[in-house]
C-alpha cells in the first residue's frame, strides 16, 4: 500500500462569530485551497476551538435558520449544545456526542448552548461540518440522529489509545452514523508516544483536525493543536503519533463529483435550484419553528 502523504497543513484562522454562541476557525471554505471542492464530499469546517463563555441566563447561540441539500454534523468536545428544527428533531449533545442532521428537502433549525450549561459556563469546544448529499438525496425527508458518545463503537490500540467511531469504519469496527455516501468520521484518542495507523482508498478526501495534543504524521510531519492536516488524492496509508496526549477528528469521504452550486444555507447542483430554494423558504415550504 502506497503512503498518503501530507498536501498541505493549514493553522487556524482568525476566529470569527456564528450568532453569539460559536466563535469559529473556519477551514472550509477557506484559504489554502479548501474551496467547496477540494474535501468534498466535507464543503464546510467550522471550529469553535476551547473558548471560555461567561455564565448567563440567556443562552448563546444561532436562531431559527434554513438548510436544504446537505448535512449538518455537530460534534461537541466540551460543553453543551441544544438544537431544535421544524421537522421536530433536535435535543441536547453533551461532551463527546455528536448531532447528525440531515437537513435534505430542507428545514428551519436553531442552534444553542444548553439553558443549564450556559448558566454556568465555563470551555466550549465543537466541530461543525457540512456534509454534502449526492444529487439524488438532496430532497429526500429530513432526518434526525443524534449520536450519544457510548454508542460509539471503539477500537482498543493498547498502551497507544483508542480510536472512537462515528461513521464508517475502523479495523472492522463500525461506526453509528447512517450516511448517504461513504463516510469515515473518526476521533484518535492517543496516549503521548502512541501510535494509530489508517487506511483509506487513494481518492477520498481525507484530512486530520487536532484537537487536542500534537501529533507527527508519517513520522516527519509535526502538527499543533488547532491545525489541520489535507493530505493528497494519492495513496492509501498513513500513521499518527502523539507527542503528548491527543485527540485527532480523522475525516475521510468519497468524492461526489457532482457540480456543487451554493448560497448561503443552501447547497444544491444549479442556479435554479437555489433560486428554488429561497421561494420554498419565503413560502413558508420550510415549515415552522418558534424563535
Ligand atoms: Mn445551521
Known amino acids: 500500500m502506497a503512503i498518503k502523504k501530507v498536501e498541505i497543513i493549514v493553522p487556524p484562522r482568525e476566529p470569527h462569530f456564528v450568532g ?3 466563535r469559529v476557525h473556519n477551514f472550509i471554505p477557506g484559504g489554502f485551497r479548501l474551496d467547496m471542492k477540494r474535501m468534498d ?5 467550522d471550529y469553535n476551538s476551547k473558548f471560555h463563555f461567561s455564565g448567563t441566563d440567556k443562552p448563546r ?4 435558520h434554513p438548510h436544504r441539500g446537505f448535512e449538518t454534523v455537530t460534534i461537541a468536545y466540551q460543553g453543551r449544545v441544544e438544537h431544535g428544527d421544524s421537522s421536530g428533531g433536535g435535543g441536547i449533545i453533551g461532551e463527546g456526542d455528536v448531532q447528525w442532521m440531515t437537513a435534505a428537502s430542507g428545514v428551519l433549525h436553531k442552534e444553542f448552548h444548553e439553558t443549564e450549561w450556559a448558566k454556568k459556563g465555563g470551555i466550549f469546544q465543537m466541530v461543525q461540518l457540512w456534509i454534502n448529499l449526492p444529487t439524488k438525496d438532496k430532497m429526500s425527508p429530513p432526518k434526525y440522529q443524534a449520536i450519544k458518545n457510548s454508542e460509539m463503537n471503539t477500537v482498543d490500540l493498547g498502551e497507544n489509545g483508542f480510536v472512537e467511531i462515528i461513521s464508517g469504519e475502523y479495523q472492522s469496527e463500525k461506526g453509528p452514523a447512517s450516511t448517504f455516501s461513504p463516510i469515515n468520521m473518526m476521533n484518535a484518542k492517543l ?3 502512541g501510535r494509530a495507523d489508517f487506511s483509506f482508498p487513494a481518492n477520498f478526501s481525507t484530512a486530520l483536525l487536532v484537537i487536542e495534543g500534537s501529533i507527527t504524521v508519517n513520522d516527519n510531519e509535526k502538527v499543533l493543536t488547532d491545525h489541520f492536516v489535507l493530505f493528497e488524492n494519492e495513496g492509501e496509508a498513513f500513521q499518527i503519533e502523539a507527542t503528548e496526549d491527543s485527540v485527532v477528528l480523522v475525516l475521510s469521504g468519497q468524492p461526489l463529483n457532482e457540480p456543487i452550486f451554493s448560497h448561503g444555507p443552501f447547497v444544491m447542483n444549479s442556479k435554479q435550484e437555489i433560486i428554488q430554494a429561497f421561494d420554498d423558504f419565503n413560502t413558508g415550504k420550510f415549515g415552522y419553528l418558534e424563535d
Open 20 to 22: 453569539d454562541g460559536f
Open 191 to 193: 496516549k503521548k508516544n
Open 41 to 45: 464530499p466535507f464543503i464546510m469546517l
Open 61 to 64: 447561540g444561532v436562531g431559527v
